[in-house]
């Protein structure tokens, strides 16, 4: 099993930065995919970004160029620092992990609330 707790969600106006904090604990494999995605209050789930335990990274269209995405390895942890915020990115954010092995689950936290508001 593997527990993943995140923080650093908020109230911020247009135009501002926030950075998300998610740290995996438990069954930890080298090899994983990390990253997050995103629930709006229309329930709209959207892929925001991820990253490998090697560093390469990807990112959803609609916050390419404005958030990126890094990890710490040794510490079993995931960031998402976002810019240039918008009224559309407010939604739940959540973070996953993924081993890479052939039978690897996907694990999910809680959610941290980010709100852009002016």
């Known amino acids: 099993q593997v527990q993943l707790v995140e923080s650093g969600g908020g109230l911020v106006a247009p135009g501002e930065s926030l950075r998300l904090s998610c740290v995996a604990s438990g069954n930890i494999y080298a090899a994983s995919v990390m990253g997050w995605y995103r629930q709006t209050a229309e329930n709209q789930r959207e892929w925001v970004a991820s990253?490998?335990?090697?560093?390469?990274?990807d990112y959803g269209d609609p916050v390419k160029g404005r958030f990126i995405i890094s990890r710490d390895n040794a510490n079993n942890t995931v960031y998402l620092h976002m810019h240039s915020l918008k009224l559309e990115d407010t939604a739940v954010y959540y973070c996953?992990?993924?081993?890479?092995?052939?039978?690897?689950?996907?694990?999910w936290g809680q959610g941290t609330q980010v709100t852009v508001s002016s």
């Open positions: 996953f992990y993924r081993p890479m092995i052939s039978s690897g689950a996907t694990y």
């Open positions: 990253i490998r335990s090697g560093a390469t990274s």
